[in-house]
């Protein structure tokens, strides 16, 4: 399968790998950390049919609002710029760039 935009081909997903791999990331202490973790993990791996960027920030965003951590949101000023760190992420599986934007871009907390 192949994700539009991007030379990137994605094998079908293999039950045991991504169990392995979802239990890896529920294992990081930071729970931003975790919760961007999962969330590119969830994008890259395509586990769903469709929908998988929205479903993929819904759970980061759970793992964020039940550690009271923020939330992640990408401002709309910001989303090409995302889309583009997305698909050079989604081609080469290196994720500093896009992490790293994130961080500074991407994470809204609650002000008290």
């Known amino acids: 399968m192949q994700i539009t935009g991007v ?3 994605l094998e079908i ?5 991504v169990e392995k791999r979802l239990k890896e990331i529920l294992s990081i202490q930071n729970e931003t ?3 961007i973790e999962y969330m590119l993990y969830g994008m890259r791996s395509q586990l ?6 929205r479903t993929s ?3 980061a965003n759970k ?5 009271g951590a923020g939330i992640i949101r990408i401002p709309d000023t910001k989303l090409q710029e995302f889309n583009m760190l997305l698909s050079e992420f989604y081609n080469t599986n290196e994720n500093a760039k896009i992490k790293q934007f994130i961080y500074d871009n ?4 609650l002000e008290l």
């Open 13 to 17: 997903p293999n039950k045991e790998d």
């Open 63 to 67: 793992i964020m609002i039940q550690s």
């Open 7 to 9: 030379e990137y081909i």
């Open 106 to 109: 991407c994470i809204d907390g």
């Open 48 to 53: 769903f049919w469709d929908g998988n960027k």
């Open 33 to 35: 950390e975790r919760a």
């Open 57 to 59: 920030t819904i759970c």
